[in-house]
T-cell receptor, first 114, second 117 residues
Framework: NAGVTQTPKFRILKIGQSMTLQCTQD?????MYWYRQDPGMGLKLIYY???????DKGEVPNGYNVSRSTTEDFPLRLELAAPSQTSVYFC?????????????FGPGTRLTVL | AQTVTQSQPEMSVQEAETVTLSCTYD???????LFWYKQPPSRQMILVIR??????QNATENRFSVNFQKAAKSFSLKISDSQLGDTAMYFC??????????????FGKGTKLTVNP
């Protein structure tokens, strides 16, 4: 199993540009999550999904959109990039919720908006 | 809202020695879970250890153990026989017990641990 994969690894955007961060998991997990990690900070939840077709906002959803058309994929869309969105983005997945369902993280995407 | 505080931005330890990382949290919940995650320079987030609040016994995983003090809302991580590969950022995280809703992980700001040879 590849686990959770993310593309791209790095990206530089200009203000106002759009892009999609890709996330795929091959563990047949129901739950998927998007986090951002700002310098010197812990991770903050952007959006999450409890299954295909179901998504909901996390702590910091403004400026982002998500979709979940399949169990495997959970892309994160930035429509109008702003410097405040410069961060490292992590995708994660878990089989379910609760302590017994560990969240597995992808390697992250480092995004810079200039 | 729950908050997680890690008061030590950076720590260092000599190889083979023991180090303790501090974490405190604030919650009105009685049932919840606590975690320590490791983030090495590769950026990969790795679960180190977890603790259920209803369990009085402290969790252990090989060289890693926790000191869970529920009344004090404290959850420290002890690393014994430190190894160079333990060099990483360590994040403490909190999650409410699942109640059929949307329980989420809340992270602290992290402690950067350096193990010196």
């Amino acid at each position: 199993n590849a686990g959770v994969t993310q593309t791209p690894k790095f990206r530089i955007l200009k203000i106002g540009q759009s892009m999609t961060l890709q996330c795929t998991q091959d563990m047949n997990h129901n739950y998927m999550y998007w986090y951002r990690q700002d310098p010197g900070m812990g991770l903050k939840l952007i959006y999450y999904s409890v299954g295909a077709g179901i998504t909901d906002k996390g702590e910091v959803p403004n400026g982002y959109n998500v979709s979940r058309s399949t169990t495997e994929d959970f892309p994160l869309r930035l429509e109008l990039a702003a410097p405040s969105q410069t961060s490292v983005y992590f995708c994660a997945s878990s089989l379910g919720q609760g302590v017994e369902h560990e969240q597995f993280f992808g390697p992250g995407t480092r995004l810079t908006v200039l | 809202a729950q908050t997680v505080t890690q008061s030590q931005p950076e720590m260092s330890v000599q190889e083979a020695e023991t180090v303790t990382l501090s974490c405190t949290y604030d919650t009105s919940e009685n049932n919840y879970y606590l975690f320590w995650y490791k983030q090495p320079p590769s950026r990969q987030m790795i679960l180190v250890i977890r603790q259920e609040a209803y369990k009085q016994q402290n969790a252990t995983e090989n060289r890693f153990s926790v000191n869970f003090q529920k009344a004090a809302k404290s959850f420290s991580l002890k690393i014994s026989d430190s190894q160079l590969g333990d060099t990483a950022m360590y994040f403490c995280a909190f999650m409410k017990q699942w109640q059929g809703g949307s329980e989420k992980l809340v992270f602290g700001k992290g402690t950067k641990l350096t193990v010196n040879p």
